[in-house]
């Protein structure tokens, strides 16, 4: 997969992320203040629901930008230079062992792999 399009559907990810917390917290917030305020309480207090709104808003994505770079450091990354280190191989003809850092979601992926190359280089 081209590393453009991995980028593209991470920001897609992301941005679906974003929205689908942003519009829980929305609902929530709404649901506790329509219990705990009259409706002209509400009103009355549009400016101090709007500047909430925004503040949660921008906290919201910052988490989420946050959350969405640990995952893809540890699965995307990997994919990357797994792909990088495979055409490598295939180009040069030289099977070795695939690295992956500890940590990586990938790492038992890469486990089986590794036995695949190890048969690989026993028949040649």
């Given at each position: 997969m081209p590393k453009k399009r991995i980028?593209?559907?991470l920001i897609k990810f992301t941005i679906c992320v974003f929205f689908v917390l942003l519009f829980v917290t929305a609902v929530n917030f709404y649901s506790f203040l329509s219990t705990m305020l009259p409706s002209?309480?509400?009103l009355q207090s549009k400016a101090r629901i709007i500047i909430f709104?925004?503040?949660t808003?921008?906290?919201i994505f910052g988490i989420t930008w946050m959350l969405v770079q640990w995952f893809t450091y540890r699965t995307i990354g990997p994919i990357v230079r797994l792909e990088r280190e495979i055409k490598s191989m295939v180009d040069s003809g030289d099977y070795r062992p695939l690295t992956v850092r500890k940590g990586d979601i990938l790492q038992g992926l890469i486990?089986?792999?590794?036995?695949?190359?190890e048969k690989l280089i026993q028949k040649r």
């Amino acid at each position: 997969m081209p590393k453009k399009r991995i980028q593209l559907e991470l920001i897609k990810f992301t941005i679906c992320v974003f929205f689908v917390l942003l519009f829980v917290t929305a609902v929530n917030f709404y649901s506790f203040l329509s219990t705990m305020l009259p409706s002209s309480l509400i009103l009355q207090s549009k400016a101090r629901i709007i500047i909430f709104g925004l503040v949660t808003t921008v906290l919201i994505f910052g988490i989420t930008w946050m959350l969405v770079q640990w995952f893809t450091y540890r699965t995307i990354g990997p994919i990357v230079r797994l792909e990088r280190e495979i055409k490598s191989m295939v180009d040069s003809g030289d099977y070795r062992p695939l690295t992956v850092r500890k940590g990586d979601i990938l790492q038992g992926l890469i486990e089986h792999f590794n036995l695949l190359i190890e048969k690989l280089i026993q028949k040649r």
